[in-house]
């Protein structure tokens, strides 16, 4: 049998109910209601690779980065042991992901949110924008043209996109299934090692809003906070994971100041 490469999910006996670990090139959902720690989880195992010397980037649609680095900071990361840039201007996306190739070890995070805000305050404006990176609120082409410069250009070994769901609020998609299929189908094409995050809510309470996300990923790792006397536990759990032998079971899952732990039966209250 062929051993497939893995990467860490770099939450503490968690490997195991993958089957292993999360096979590279593979994309991973993770799910969840709001605050179940999706960014966090994510970042870390991005944080965790570039300390490897692996490039890897952050797409965030609506956070801000500097948002996301407070939680993270937060959190206890140590971010001064990586190499980050933040690319919150148009005109620099694209000039600052090929820069990605000249160095290891390199966290990007596009900004998104940042890069947004800036473009509706400077409407009206004789703004020149970036030829190269025509900024335009469609979220779906918009994280297609990141993606295709990082694949023409070997540019990265993992991504994440958050959130999906922040795509959808902000692009009317007109043909659902086509697009996101396409999306998708590209992202596995490139061969990167994809991490796509998705929101729960009573709206949107299964995997996915247009009924086919679920089956177009490779992985999907539920997270959720359960109420229980009246304690609130934080939980994880693979749904699905293709290739490996995964458990389905639903772990109690932990952070303590430095690492996060998968734990069994546990009943640890939130942190
Ligand atoms: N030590 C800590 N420092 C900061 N936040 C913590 C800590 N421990 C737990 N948290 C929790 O982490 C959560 C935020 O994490 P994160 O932003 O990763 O969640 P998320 O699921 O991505 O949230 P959102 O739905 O807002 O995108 C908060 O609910 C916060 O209470
Ligand atoms: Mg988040």
């Known amino acids: ?99 990605l190739k000249e160095s290891e070890a390199k966290l990007t995070i596009v900004d998104l949110g940042t890069i947004r805000k800036h473009l509706r305050s400077n409407k009206g404006t004789k703004r020149k924008v970036s030829n190269e990176f025509e900024f335009s609120d469609d979220m779906v082409n918009t994280v297609l043209k990141i993606a295709k410069t990082l694949a023409e250009k070997d540019l990265c070994d993992l991504i994440v996109i958050d959130s999906l769901t922040a795509i959808y609020s902000l692009t009317e998609l007109k043909d659902p299934r086509n697009e996101i299929f396409y999306l998708f189908e590209f992202l596995r094409d490139l061969g990167l090692t994809s991490f796509v995050i998705s929101e729960e809510s009573e709206l949107n309470s299964r995997y996915s809003k247009f009924g086919i996300e679920s089956y177009l990923v490779d992985g999907i790792v539920h997270l959720q906070l359960t109420e229980r006397n009246r304690k609130v536990t934080r939980e994880i759990s693979v749904v699905k994971m293709r290739s490996s032998a995964c458990n389905n079971d639903i772990f109690t899952l932990e952070y303590d100041g430095k690492k996060f732990k998968a734990l069994y039966g546990g009943k640890t209250p939130l942190v």
């Open 1 to 99: 049998m062929v051993k497939q490469d893995v990467i860490g999910s770099y939450i503490e006996s968690f490997d195991t109910a993958l089957g292993g670990g999360i096979p590279t090139g593979h994309i991973t959902m993770f799910y969840g209601t709001a605050g179940t720690m999706k960014s966090s989880i994510c970042f870390n195992i991005l944080y965790n690779e570039i300390l490897k010397g692996k490039r890897g980037v952050y797409i965030s649609i609506e956070q801000s980065s500097l948002s996301l680095l407070k939680q993270m900071v937060s959190l206890g990361f140590d971010i001064s042991k990586i190499n980050i840039e933040v690319l919150n201007d148009a005109d620099d996306v694209i000039k600052g992901l090929s820069k």
